[in-house]
């Protein structure tokens, strides 16, 4: 089997030698930032699998792809970058790859709870524009985290919280038990959080899934986290509650679009922090994501 790493950006390709070992199939590394669709053909052209970190792969380009039996995609977010369906009627088996970052992302959610809540990006801006912009910050001990969706990384996140003092409640579309977490309806959820913080999976049923009418069902004065996909909420909606009042603030690590593009209205709201979709990205986190590629390349035949 040979493969190809087909966007290694940042450090991913010092990390993908790193972990290798021998008898690992043969991985070559193309250190290209951004891959258009029409190049794939061509990039693809005789190996058996790719690595995909973050490279749309369009289904009639894909097509075209006629020798690859593999994408191994660098985390569970693969539909936001290609159709696992269609490219598995083409012979292109999709691979994702879960729990790597379970904590990393859990550590970045609470960092942006946290931020939002005492205002930290706000002062932060504020001061280096020279002015002592001072915050009233929101103390989260005693306060309520509701926790949309309950996998890895949503344990974690209440493991974390639970620390800190807060009460945790969660909704999981299958029934789940854990310590120290309440698991109740969504409406209640929505309802009785002080800050909600989500972490489904994107797919078809989840996609809007924190729509206009849920966001209104929020209570008033709540912080909403998203470090899951920026497709799960209504953004234009979420943006009018931030203007309105009823969010008192967002801390988003993802979007809609992304990259995110210059002068969004995300980026002049006042009680909104941002972060560049990087909640999953620790060293640690980047170890164990391309050694589980590997072993799953290993086990492709």
């Known amino acids: 089997?040979?493969?190809?790493?087909?966007?290694?950006?940042?450090?991913?390709?010092?990390?993908?030698?790193?972990?290798?070992?021998?008898?690992?199939?043969?991985?070559?590394?193309?250190?290209?930032?951004?891959?258009?669709?029409?190049?794939?053909?061509?990039?693809?052209?005789?190996?058996?699998?790719?690595?995909?970190?973050?490279?749309?792969?369009?289904?009639?380009?894909?097509?075209?792809?006629?020798?690859?039996?593999?994408?191994?995609?660098?985390?569970?977010?693969?539909?936001?970058?290609?159709?696992?369906?269609?490219?598995?009627?083409?012979?292109?088996?999709?691979?994702?790859?879960?729990?790597?970052?379970?904590?990393?992302?859990?550590?970045?959610?609470?960092?942006?709870?946290?931020?939002?809540?005492?205002?930290?990006?706000?002062?932060?801006?504020?001061?280096?524009?020279?002015?002592?912009?001072?915050?009233?910050?929101?103390?989260?001990?005693?306060?309520?985290?509701?926790?949309?969706?309950?996998?890895?990384?949503?344990a974690e996140v209440a493991r974390i919280a639970h620390g800190s003092g807060m009460r945790v409640q969660a909704w999981n579309r299958s029934p789940k038990v854990a310590p120290h977490v309440t698991f109740t309806d969504l409406d209640t959820l929505l309802a009785t959080s002080d800050v909600l913080s989500i972490h489904l999976l994107l797919n078809d049923e989840t996609r809007g899934f924190l729509s206009r009418e849920r966001l209104a069902w929020m209570k008033k004065g709540a912080i909403l986290v998203n470090t899951a996909r920026g497709a799960i909420v209504d953004e234009a909606a979420m943006i009018e509650g931030l203007r309105s009042g009823h969010l008192r603030h967002a801390a988003l690590d993802v979007f809609a679009t992304e990259p995110l593009p210059g002068g969004h209205e995300l980026t002049t709201l006042p009680n909104v922090t941002l972060s560049a979709h990087s909640a999953f990205r620790t060293p640690e986190a980047g170890e164990k994501l391309l050694r589980m590629a590997l072993d799953i390349a290993c086990t492709l035949a």
């Open 1 to 154: 089997m040979q493969g190809l790493f087909l966007d290694a950006v940042d450090d991913l390709a010092d990390i993908c030698q790193r972990v290798s070992r021998p008898g690992d199939p043969s991985v070559a590394i193309n250190e290209q930032a951004e891959v258009a669709a029409a190049d794939l053909p061509r990039l693809t052209a005789g190996y058996d699998f790719v690595f995909n970190d973050h490279s749309q792969m369009p289904t009639e380009a894909m097509r075209l792809c006629t020798g690859l039996k593999h994408v191994i995609f660098l985390g569970t977010g693969a539909r936001s970058y290609m159709n696992p369906e269609e490219l598995a009627a083409l012979g292109i088996a999709v691979h994702i790859i879960k729990g790597y970052g379970d904590t990393a992302v859990a550590e970045h959610s609470i960092a942006l709870m946290w931020a939002a809540a005492r205002g930290i990006a706000a002062m932060d801006s504020g001061m280096r524009a020279g002015k002592w912009f001072r915050t009233e910050g929101m103390e989260l001990t005693g306060k309520t985290l509701g926790l949309l969706g309950y996998g890895g990384i949503g």
